[in-house]
């Protein structure tokens, strides 16, 4: 006998039945709605790239994650790869920028909701294979650029009804005025900035420990600096200590000016000035962000600027700014509600008599014409209690019954399916009648 663990999908991979994806996907038109009422236009990209797009753009860490496609024909036996499945939205939007610069306005404000591959251990929350909600403005230097990445994501999870979400705001410039002010040496600096990045999922005393074993950090640096990134009033001492650091006042103006623009739209509850944000790939360049919530593992949307991305790949040198949605801790908790009043259908129609079968198609259509889900019963057994049981399991909310009774007299009988009243109407009218009782689904 076969297995049910045959039958499940690769690790680290989901099916999706109606409910939860009827879910995901209004979900989606929620995002696109808002991302359009800001201006940004959709872009589509292939599933995988080439590998050498990919690689040298996410950190060392990253790289590891790439999923790699081996070379085929010929060449297949070489175990070379020359693929991969893209790792995110964001490098395929900058090799595409790259590629048709000329063609696209300036600045080209775009977003893409798409599934994207990490080769990751999957986990609690922590997939292999999931979908990414970017939006990106490439071409704009300004604040303003940063500010609007911003806001879009704030009144999309704002449209999501995430409750509690609030923005952790840092600068790269702030980062590396902090490696400065407390000494950190320039070939120690990538290295201390991954370890305390770590800061939110490990113990300060761990980050400590492994700056100076792993990292080569000098033991009171490295006390110095989380004991400052950790305490209570940890936004006002470091605060004092980038006074010495041009880059790190530099970083602070950044912060400063993104928070005074977004102030009138975002209440100051939901958006701060967050220190030991780090934020790991190495394309970032300037403002970084990290959206948080209570009961949410991690983050649940992130971003910032990206000013050489572009370049780096080839293409002309276009400053770029750019945020994501973490959908896929977002949707578990707007799933439950909504799959606890799921319905396949709005209108069940029963099949009384085989005879009549060619007026039940009828009538169905006229009622999908009216907009309506609606489903004919396909069932071998014409009994009427099997075939309620049907359309209650369908989650209808009318049923119209159609036998030779209502054939002789010329009607129908709606029956509502949550009180359990029913009156008959007219053959002709019942596609308007339900119109009138009931509202489509959307």
């Known amino acids: 006998m076969a297995s049910l663990k045959q039958f499940e999908p690769a690790s680290g991979t989901r099916d999706f039945l109606a409910a939860e994806y009827e879910t995901r996907e209004r979900a989606f038109a929620e995002i696109r709605a808002v991302f359009a009422r800001y201006g940004f236009q959709p872009l589509q990209t292939p599933a995988f790239e080439r590998l050498d797009v990919l690689t040298g753009k996410y950190g060392d860490e990253g790289d590891k994650l790439i999923f790699k496609i081996l070379r085929r024909g010929e060449h297949e036996a070489t175990g070379e790869a020359d693929l991969a499945l893209r790792y995110d939205l964001t490098v395929p939007l900058a090799r595409a920028a790259a590629a048709y610069g000329s063609q696209l306005p300036s600045p080209y404000k775009r977003y893409a909701i798409a599934p994207v591959w990490r080769a990751d251990r999957p986990g609690k929350g922590r997939f292999r294979e999931f979908v990414q909600c970017d ?4 071409g704009s230097a300004s604040p303003l650029a940063d500010a609007e990445i911003v806001l879009a994501l704030h009144d999309a ?24 002010a407390y000494g950190v040496p320039d070939n120690l600096g990538p290295g201390v900035l991954i370890t305390l990045d770590k800061l939110d999922k490990l113990s300060p005393d761990a980050v400590v ?16 600096l989380v004991a400052d990134l950790t305490a209570q009033d940890a936004v006002d001492r470091i605060r004092t200590r980038l006074k010495s650091s ?21 209440p100051a509850d939901r958006i701060g000035f967050s220190p030991s944000l780090v934020r790991g790939l190495d394309y970032y360049t300037g403002i970084i962000f990290e959206v948080t919530a209570p009961g949410m593992p991690g983050s ?3 971003g910032g600027r990206y000013d050489t991305l572009i370049s780096r790949l080839g293409g002309k040198d276009s400053p770029a700014c750019g945020g ?23 209108i069940a129609v029963t099949v009384m ?21 609606t489903g004919v019963y396909l069932g071998s057994s014409g009994k009427f209690a099997k075939q309620m049981k049907w359309a209650n399991d369908q989650g209808a909310r ?16 709606l029956r509502d399916m949550v009180s359990g009243e029913q009156d008959q109407v007219p053959f002709d009218q019942a596609a308007a009648e339900l119109a009138r009782r009931c509202t489509p689904h959307n």
């Open 300 to 302: 649940i949307a992130s």
């Open 246 to 266: 041009e880059t790190g006042q530099t970083g602070l103006a950044e912060v400063d000016q993104l928070l005074e623009l977004t102030k009138d739209t975002i």
């Open 157 to 180: 999870l704002d449209a999501l009804g995430v409750p509690e979400f609030r923005f952790l705001i840092n600068s790269r410039h702030a980062l590396f005025g902090l490696l400065e």
């Open 135 to 138: 939006l990106d403005i490439v």
């Open 324 to 346: 994501s949605l973490g959908i896929e801790r977002i949707l578990p908790l707007l799933r439950q509600a909504e799959e606890d009043t799921y319905s396949q259908i709005d």
């Open 353 to 373: 008599d085989q005879s009549l079968t060619a007026d039940t198609f009828r009538l169905a259509a006229q009622i999908r014409r009216s907009g309506f889900r």
């Open 209 to 224: 420990g492994e700056l100076v074993t792993s990292r080569g950090l000098d033991n009171g640096a490295a006390h110095g």
């Open 398 to 413: 009318f049923c119209v019954i159609y036998g030779t009774a209502e054939h002789d007299a010329g009607t129908v009988t």
